[in-house]
């Protein structure tokens, strides 16, 4: 078993904190990773205080993973001892459904294998995260990462990255498609980020005007104050694709009233509490509502690619493990530009 330093939760009511714990042995088809940096996602903190019910304890969260592979099984061929690798949100799944075989295995039917806050396949490891020292993961799920890039950069991709990415390219944005993007926070300055550089004319969607400046500086061609109901009008009818990143509790329907004909609204934002929509929003036009989860391993990698070649990457701001809770409260907040990522070495 490898010695591994983390923080993390003991209960929905308690700060993250020191914990050690073991990880398994390198398996053949392992891979072990040392884990340099770890993205910090709003996701972690809805867990670690079971916001969204069902949470494991201890919880060790951490699911947008960068790091040195510094071991490997003797199946092993994707990666070499010195290689950067990524785990995302996914450590395993099924491998053997219709999903699974078509590289959608975050769709996998009999659900995908979280990277911490659930179960292995054995159904009795408690599967951990990033915000550690070492991470042991099959390679079939870890990433290849250019050790030319930003890797404090490159680690939210993991989640943040392909959690926009594949939506934008499912519903085919590109050069002369109208985009319109919901909130800027971690996942929505990616979105910015990449529907610009696919072509598309971008405009931020926005309740506060302080956020225009730096849509703009991240690739928005135009900047709407939601709030401004006369300045809204002509934006009514006017989008092809509107990506909602926006996790605060809010309606759908002021989006689907912008949406021209087959105007589609892609859900990646999390609400705590449901949002209704009338029929008549979805008639109108002939709109829908599409929601979106990370992406597969295929797709994964190809975004990483992509991202390489067009250098980009997150906003990020660096942090000591040692100060992850504050980090929290600053999230919720909206002070961070635009995710925290935590540097492991302050760790060990």
Same mark, same amino acid.
């Given at each position: 078993?490898?010695?591994?330093?983390?923080?993390?939760?003991?209960?929905?009511?308690?700060?993250?904190?020191?914990?050690?714990?073991?990880?398994?042995?390198?398996?053949?088809?392992?891979?072990?990773?040392?884990?340099?940096?770890?993205?910090?996602?709003?996701?972690?903190?809805?867990?670690?205080?079971?916001?969204?019910?069902?949470?494991?304890?201890?919880?060790?969260?951490? *699911?947008?993973?960068?790091?040195?592979?510094?071991?490997?099984?003797?199946?092993?061929?994707?990666?070499?001892?010195?290689?950067?690798?990524?785990?995302?949100?996914?450590?395993?799944?099924?491998?053997?459904?219709?999903?699974?075989?078509?590289?959608?295995?975050?769709?996998?039917?009999?659900?995908?294998?979280?990277?911490?806050?659930?179960?292995?396949?054995?159904?009795?490891?408690?599967?951990?995260?990033?915000?550690?020292?070492?991470?042991?993961?099959?390679?079939?799920?870890?990433?290849?990462?250019?050790?030319?890039?930003?890797l404090k950069g490159v680690a939210p991709l993991l989640c943040a990255g392909i959690t926009t990415y594949s939506p934008l390219r499912y519903v085919g944005v590109k050069e002369g498609v109208k985009v319109g993007v919901v909130g800027l926070g971690g996942l929505g300055h990616m979105g910015v980020k990449f529907a610009a550089s696919f072509g598309a004319e971008?405009?931020?969607?926005?309740?506060?005007?302080?956020?225009?400046?730096?849509?703009?500086?991240?690739?928005?061609? %135009?900047?709407?104050?939601?709030?401004?109901?006369?300045?809204?009008?002509?934006?009514?009818?006017?989008?092809?694709?509107?990506?909602?990143?926006?996790?605060?509790? *809010?309606?759908?329907?002021?989006?689907?009233?912008?949406?021209?004909?087959?105007?589609?609204?892609?859900?990646?934002?999390?609400?705590?509490?449901?949002?209704?929509?009338?029929?008549?929003?979805?008639?109108? %036009?002939?709109?829908?509502?599409?929601?979106?989860?990370?992406?597969?391993?295929?797709?994964?990698?190809?975004?990483?690619?992509?991202?390489?070649?067009k250098n980009i990457t997150a906003d990020v701001e660096v942090i000591n493990i040692q100060d992850v809770n504050e980090a929290y409260e600053r999230m919720l907040k909206g002070d961070v530009r635009y995710r925290f990522v935590i540097d492991i070495a302050s760790l060990k």
């Amino acid at each position: 078993m490898i010695a591994t330093k983390a923080y993390a939760a003991q209960s929905a009511i308690t700060h993250l904190a020191p914990y050690d714990f073991e990880r398994r042995d390198v398996r053949p088809d392992d891979v072990q990773i040392e884990i340099l940096y770890c993205g910090v996602c709003h996701s972690d903190l809805h867990q670690i205080r079971n916001e969204w019910g069902g949470s494991i304890y201890p919880m060790v969260p951490g *699911h947008e993973i960068v790091g040195k592979v510094v071991n490997i099984g003797s199946n092993v061929t994707k990666f070499k001892v010195g290689d950067i690798a990524g785990v995302g949100v996914l450590i395993d799944s099924c491998r053997v459904c219709d999903h699974c075989k078509q590289d959608l295995e975050n769709y996998c039917v009999e659900g995908m294998t979280g990277t911490y806050n659930g179960y292995e396949r054995d159904k009795k490891t408690i599967a951990q995260g990033g915000y550690s020292t070492q991470i042991v993961v099959d390679e079939k799920y870890t990433l290849k990462i250019s050790p030319n890039a930003d890797l404090k950069g490159v680690a939210p991709l993991l989640c943040a990255g392909i959690t926009t990415y594949s939506p934008l390219r499912y519903v085919g944005v590109k050069e002369g498609v109208k985009v319109g993007v919901v909130g800027l926070g971690g996942l929505g300055h990616m979105g910015v980020k990449f529907a610009a550089s696919f072509g598309a004319e971008v405009t931020m969607l926005s309740t506060s005007k302080s956020k225009e400046a730096d849509a703009k500086k991240l690739g928005a061609h %135009n900047f709407a104050l939601t709030t401004d109901a006369e300045g809204m009008k002509k934006y009514h009818n006017y989008f092809d694709v509107i990506l909602d990143t926006a996790s605060a509790n *809010h309606s759908y329907e002021q989006y689907l009233d912008l949406l021209a004909l087959n105007g589609k609204l892609i859900v990646v934002g999390l609400p705590e509490q449901p949002s209704q929509v009338g029929a008549f929003k979805l008639l109108n %036009n002939r709109r829908s509502i599409i929601g979106s989860m990370i992406g597969g391993l295929k797709e994964t990698q190809e975004m990483l690619d992509y991202c390489a070649e067009k250098n980009i990457t997150a906003d990020v701001e660096v942090i000591n493990i040692q100060d992850v809770n504050e980090a929290y409260e600053r999230m919720l907040k909206g002070d961070v530009r635009y995710r925290f990522v935590i540097d492991i070495a302050s760790l060990k």
